[in-house]
């Protein structure tokens, strides 16, 4: 090799692009595995989003200066490990999950819906996939890890065609030669293995890789024999080996990075001496690009979608948490043409055999097509393993426009995060009108195709009522109370809260008397014992259950006018745990009925009216972190810590009746029913102490979770409230700031994210207050008490509404009497069961939203253009300057400019008529304090330079920027009509102020372009003064 050879990619820039062209407004997720976390074809983009089993697809280049936008594919029912587009079709998709399977999906032309079923299905394995990859030469043909197992399947049979040899450990990656005769692998046992698959199971060469076990990367080069490995040495500091399979006992180089805990993602170009990102090859450094944000994935777009003819040799996608970012590499040359010794032929997206061939030992290549423009379009290839889909009358029918004033956001959700069923995989398309109550108009369907179902509550406003409704000056609250208790608990009278005074005493305040508590101590409830929890009989105000660390329940009456002094003797004890509780619940419908639980792993149901326990569940092994009355009262549903959640039939039996697989982590959890029952939410940890959500079916607890929702690592349990008639859950924790809201529902996606209510500070706890406390003439659909460190605080969840004259039905169905039992603890004992009367929210004087005579469609504004072009000039002159000062305000301080002389009318009317056609949206006082700037420095600027005599100076005096400082301004070397359009049109863009820019750039560049102009004028004067004959 001649030492003086030079890489033809040596001088190599990167361009970092604009941040308008960004694929922003994302939210890309972290996922644990070992595969690819963003793959990109020739059409179309796939990254995983923040939503556990979800990819984002975006199309890879845009429309004009249209956004482009993401939409939701909702993949697997766990988290998607990896994901691979076929080389051969770019609308072929497979992924591989932690739910131990993988899927082929077909996806559409972007504006299209996306599919809600995959199209073929390999597995499931014993354990999660980790890795997936496409055969380079053969159409359907896959490569796959799964724990210590790598297996290649045939994918139009749906199984596999050879599983190659054990491992001896995690296999950390899998990947084809270039030729595919070959699958090499890396392993967490520290060793590089070669398979000829088709020859024999068994590994035909292997070597000692990098000798620390962390996370490791593998990737064939352009040359046939060489694989470059990333991993970590003995020090913890990142390394990237090339080998060469004829001489496999070493590395033939190697290179040490730096120290990080993220592994390398090396990044190999087709071409035979590609660029490569973060993991350097053979012919030394090329460049380097430093990211501004953390890197989640990277990918290379396919070289066959380059810009050839811009000598862009390299484009790399980066995933941030927010952002796709593309970055181009670029070999600077001076001619404008194709540059064959950059551009080689690649590899076409037609495939040279089929699986069967390739089995039987067809070693066919795909056959090369030239990147030269002048050889488009190349042959295109529609894989038979997933058909076309056949577009729907819908589909083929354009959507329309909302017009009048229907509201620009509906169809569109905030951010969500939700999951799919494992055995119904759904997309983010099909509208749930039918089931959340949304009504849509065909193009807001047409808006949910693409961005998937929203809830009606996503605009949800969480506002803390005004101080006069606090209690405030709370004084020795005990905050230490077991997680397993809310910490208070309150009804539509009064909350009553622990304190931390010996003996168990609680504090129990009237809501109706707000302010500021006194000094001097309060009248308390003398428990004798520490309280563990405490709840409130939902049929009687004054009735209060606490239990203690004694093991006993105590039963207390408060005075219907309240607590007005120190009470010692509560009304009944009941005795019979042998150890702490911990959880006490009432019955839903019947009155007198309670369910308590206890370290001692039994739940006790105690009949109050007699004082005496009347049934005992058993079955549990450890703790029991949390219980839940089935809405209809039939049913009791535990979360443990032995990892199950259990449903008992009380009255049946006192062994379970369901058991079923619970959250992994044993720090704590809580369960509630939702969906009228069919399901079960439990909130909980991973084996990671992140904080998930977990969605049972009530009728299959033994099958696993419908779907789980990751939200954040936070050391306190999630304390779900449910509202039965909106499906609301509102989800926080002690000591947390946040509380997170979620519609619920029954099949996929299951959760749809609405707006979260934030608190500048942490609250101690949090509860759900009665519907019957909600103010429905403002459409408020949830209150509830937030407890601070020294104050408690009302919290009101309203929903924006236009026609708020009108009763929101939608919002307000009926709902239950919850405040009046429906059976007697003797009766229920005895096995009745019964229902709970409805009530209508309705006010007597409002008419229902869904009976309100509907609003004439509203008269849409004429365009600008056409709106100029009907006027005369002296017309579109007055409505201008009349439609500016409406913008601006009333204003008693005059402008600068009004004190400067010899400013045309004329002028003013043309400037401000480009400002508006241009788009600039001006807003109250921040524009004219731009324009004031402007002025003031223009006039300082222009006085110091003087008046001469020349129409030029007059000019320039006049606008206050001399001809050179324009032309620097527009970036203009010669006074070109269309160079200064282009120029001051993309100036304006970029310096808007939703980009970063500001009013004061955006009136400089105005300044700038009128001086070029009012110069051209006086060129284009001169010039026909000079044309005209001397005058005799």
């Known amino acids: 090799m001649n030492r003086f050879k030079v890489s033809k990619f040596r001088h190599t820039e990167a361009r970092p692009p604009r941040r308008e062209t960004w694929i922003s407004d994302i939210r890309a997720g972290t996922v644990p595995s070992c595969g690819n976390h963003i793959k ?209 006992s070493s590395a033939c180089t190697s290179l040490t990075l730096d120290t990080s805990p993220r592994p390398s993602l090396p990044q190999v170009s087709d071409a035979p001496a590609g660029s490569r990102l973060q993991a350097p090859g053979p012919g030394g450094k090329v460049t380097q690009c430093l990211l501004e944000s953390v890197l989640q994935g990277v990918a290379l777009v396919p070289r066959r979608a380059l810009a050839v003819m811009g000598c862009e040799v390299l484009r790399v996608l980066q995933l941030s948490d927010t952002a796709v970012v593309p970055i181009s590499y670029h070999v600077p040359r001076k001619a404008v043409e194709f540059h064959e010794d950059l551009f080689p032929d690649t590899a076409g997206c037609v495939p040279a055999s089929d699986p069967h061939a390739w089995w039987a030992g067809s070693n066919q290549q795909v056959q090369r097509v030239s990147l030269h423009p002048a050889c488009r379009p190349h042959p295109s290839f529609t894989s038979h393993l997933v058909p076309p889909a056949e577009p729907t009358p819908e589909e083929a029918q354009p959507t329309e426009t909302p017009v009048g004033d229907a509201d620009p956001s509906e169809g569109f959700s905030s951010p969500p995060s939700w999951l799919t069923s494992p055995s119904t995989p759904s997309s983010l398309g099909p509208s749930l009108s039918s089931t959340s109550g949304i009504s849509t108009s065909p193009s807001q369907r047409s808006l949910q195709s693409l961005l998937g179902p929203s809830s009606k509550f996503r605009h949800a406003q969480g506002t803390v009522l005004h101080r006069d409704s606090h209690i405030t000056n709370l004084k020795g609250l005990n905050l230490t109370t077991p997680g397993e208790s809310d910490g208070f608990c309150a009804n539509w009278q009064r909350v009553a809260m622990p304190l931390l ?109 007699a004082g005496a326990e009347r049934l005992r569940l058993q079955g549990h092994r450890d703790q029991i972190f949390g219980l839940a009355w089935s809405p209809d009262g039939r049913q009791l549903a535990t979360v443990c810590k032995d990892g199950h959640l259990r449903i008992y039939e009380p009255r049946g039996s006192p062994e379970p009746l369901q058991e079923g697989p619970g959250p992994e982590g044993a720090r704590g959890a809580r369960i509630v029913w939702v969906c009228d029952g069919h399901c079960l939410l439990v909130s909980g940890f991973d084996s990671r102490s992140e904080r998930q959500l977990l969605l049972y079916s009530a009728e299959a607890l033994a ?151 509907r609003e004439g469609p509203a008269r849409r504004a004429l365009s600008s253009a056409l709106y100029l072009e009907e006027k005369s000039d002296q017309q579109k002159k007055e409505e201008l300057l009349s439609a500016m000062v409406a913008k601006l305000g009333n204003r008693v301080d005059p402008l600068p400019q009004d004190s400067f002389e010899g400013v045309d009318e004329d002028e003013w009317a043309k400037y401000l008529a480009q400002i508006i056609v241009m788009g600039v949206q001006v807003v109250g006082r ?19 330079r003087g008046r001469a005599g020349h129409q030029s100076a007059a000019a320039s005096n006049l606008s206050g920027l001399s001809l050179q400082e324009a032309q620097q301004i527009l970036n203009v070397s010669k006074l070109s009509p269309e160079e200064i359009q282009k120029n001051y049109e993309h100036l304006f863009k970029v310096n808007d102020k939703s980009v970063g820019g500001s009013f004061y750039l955006q009136s400089k560049v105005v300044r700038a372009k009128e001086r070029l102009e009012e110069e051209l004028r006086i060129q284009a004067q001169e010039d026909r003064e000079r044309e005209q004959p001397p005058k005799t």
């Not at 003996?503 to 001097?520: F, H, I, N, S």
């Not at 929101?808 to 709902?815: A, G, I, K, L, M």
């Not at 921040?926 to 110091?944: G, P």
């Open 501 to 609: 005074s010996s003996g168990g005493q609680v504090a129990v305040l009237e809501l109706r008397k707000p302010g500021r508590l006194p000094d001097t101590a309060l009248p308390t409830l003398q428990n004798g014992a520490a309280v563990t929890d405490l709840a409130w009989d939902p049929f009687d105000p004054h009735h209060l259950a606490v239990a203690g660390e004694d093991a006993r329940i105590r039963l207390w009456r408060v005075p219907p006018e309240g607590l007005e002094e120190v009470l010692t003797m509560p009304e009944a004890v009941l005795t019979g745990h042998t150890e702490k509780i911990y959880s006490l619940r009432f019955h839903p419908l019947a009155a007198d009925v309670l369910a308590s639980s206890s370290y001692d792993l039994t739940i006790r149901i105690w009949d109050l009216k």
């Open 40 to 248: 990109a074809s020739c059409s179309l983009i796939a990254f995983n989003s923040d939503r556990p089993g979800v990819l984002g697809i975006v199309p890879l280049e845009g429309q004009g200066e249209d956004k482009r936008h993401v939409t939701h594919l909702g993949c697997h029912s766990d988290l998607v490990t990896d994901l691979d587009f076929s080389p051969f079709d770019d609308f072929l998709l497979a992924t591989a999950s932690a739910d131990r399977t993988m899927k082929l999906w077909r996806l559409p032309a972007p504006g299209r819906a996306l599919p809600s079923e995959p199209g073929l299905v390999l597995g499931p394995e014993d354990v999660q996939v980790e890795v997936l990859q496409f055969h380079p030469t053969a159409d359907g043909v896959l490569v796959s890890a799964a724990g210590k197992t790598v297996k290649v399947w045939d994918a139009a049979k749906q199984q596999p065609l050879t599983e190659l040899a054990a491992h001896g450990d995690l296999v950390q990656g899998a990947t084809w030669s270039r030729d595919g005769a070959l699958v090499g692998t890396t392993c967490k046992d520290k060793q590089l293995r070669i398979f000829d698959p088709r020859a024999k199971p068994e590994a035909s060469q292997s070597t000692w890789a990098h000798e620390n076990s962390r996370d490791g990367r593998l990737v064939w080069t352009g040359i046939q024999e060489h694989l470059v490995s990333t991993g970590f040495n003995k020090m913890h500091e990142r390394e990237v080996k090339l080998w060469d399979t004829r001489l496999f």
């Open 703 to 853: 099958s696993g979770p419908l779907a789980v929702l990751g939200l954040d690592v936070a050391p306190s349990t999630l304390l779900p409230s449910y509202d039965p008639d909106t499906r609301l859950v509102l989800l926080t924790g002690k000591g947390d700031t946040r509380v997170f809201l979620y519609e619920l529902l029954p099949e996929a996606p299951f959760f749809l994210e609405c707006n979260s209510f934030t608190s500048p500070d942490p609250h101690k706890g949090f509860i759900l207050l009665p519907k019957t406390e909600c103010d429905v003439r403002e459409v408020e659909f949830a209150r509830c008490l937030r407890l601070r460190q020294t104050s408690l605080e009302p919290v009101t969840f309203r929903l924006p509404r236009v026609r708020k004259e009108f009763f929101q039905d939608d919002v307000f169905p009926d709902t239950a009497v919850s405040w009046e039992p429906v059976l007697s603890a003797e009766a229920w004992l005895g096995g009745a069961n019964g229902q709970p009367r409805l009530l209508s929210l309705q006010p007597p004087d409002m008419t229902p939203v869904s009976q309100a005579p």
């Open 926 to 944: 921040a524009f004219a304090r731009a324009l004031q700037q402007e002025f003031a420095a223009s006039r300082a600027a222009a006085d110091a």
